[in-house]
């Protein structure tokens, strides 16, 4: 039972163009959402996050918009770098549970 | 100042054996957790301590896997009887625990089980 879904396994984006990331979740309990980027044998690193309260969040070229009729969350990167080529998986969690329940990740790859 | 360590980096092992992680946190972090990645999908939860107590140990698949924290720092994932289907990368992550707050999971490097 996949919670949080991301279905498009990569993405190839143009430098200095728009990047759009999506995932969906099923379970209407989860109240905050994160972005994690991820390199080759390293962990992963926190991005960006939003409260259930609140539908966007901008922290410098990084967006996160979430719709909760929807069940959709999506990661806008504006303009698209090279070294924002990694794996990148959306988290959820409820508050208090601590545990984070992450999606399948997408592989974005940005050319130059 | 140092991040999440995980040794080993690699660990090799057959079938039937006992394996050891081993996860050491950000100093004075008092949450530490473990998840398992594997290969194509997201990382999974297996236990979440606060302290040296599990607090939600709900992820562990099974009674093969344990993981201890005996002095609320350093902890260690066993894993008895290994299987070929627990290959996969072990995360350990570590946050400094508010109440009633989310804070942010700071994982290390993970260490890669491969079980022939």
């Known amino acids: 039972d996949q919670q949080v879904k991301q279905n498009s396994p990569s993405l190839s984006v143009q430098e200095g163009r728009i990047s759009i990331l999506n995932c969906d979740y099923t379970?209407?309990?989860?109240?905050?959402f994160l972005w994690y980027k991820k390199y080759p044998a390293e962990g992963p690193t926190f991005l960006i996050s939003?409260?259930?309260?609140?539908d966007k969040n901008e922290d410098g070229r990084f967006t996160v918009f979430l719709n909760k009729s929807a069940k959709h969350l999506s990661l806008h990167i504006v303009p698209s770098q090279p070294g924002d080529s990694a794996v990148y998986f959306c988290?959820?969690?409820?508050?208090?549970?601590?545990?984070?329940?992450f999606g399948q990740g997408t592989r974005l790859t940005i050319n130059p | 100042g140092a991040g999440v360590s995980q040794t080993p980096s690699n660990k090799v092992t057959e079938k039937g054996k006992y394996v050891e992680l081993r996860c050491d946190p950000i100093?004075?972090?008092?949450?530490l957790y473990w998840y398992r990645q594997s290969l194509g999908q997201g990382p999974e939860f297996l236990i979440y301590?606060?302290?040296?107590?599990?607090?939600?140990d709900s992820g562990l698949p099974n009674d093969r896997f344990f993981a201890v924290r005996p002095e609320g720092s350093v902890s260690t994932l066993k894993i008895q009887r290994t299987e070929r289907g627990d290959s996969a990368v072990y995360l350990c992550?570590?946050?400094?625990?508010?109440?009633?707050?989310?804070?942010?999971?700071?994982f290390g490097p993970g260490t890669r089980l491969t079980v022939l």
């Open positions: 992550a570590s946050s400094s625990r508010l109440a009633g707050s989310y804070n942010e999971q700071f």
């Open positions: 379970n209407s309990m989860f109240d905050y």
């Open positions: 939003i409260s259930s309260i609140k």
């Open positions: 988290a959820a969690l409820i508050q208090g549970a601590q545990k984070l329940v």
């Open positions: 100093s004075g972090h008092t949450a």
């Open positions: 301590f606060q302290g040296t107590g599990a607090a939600d």
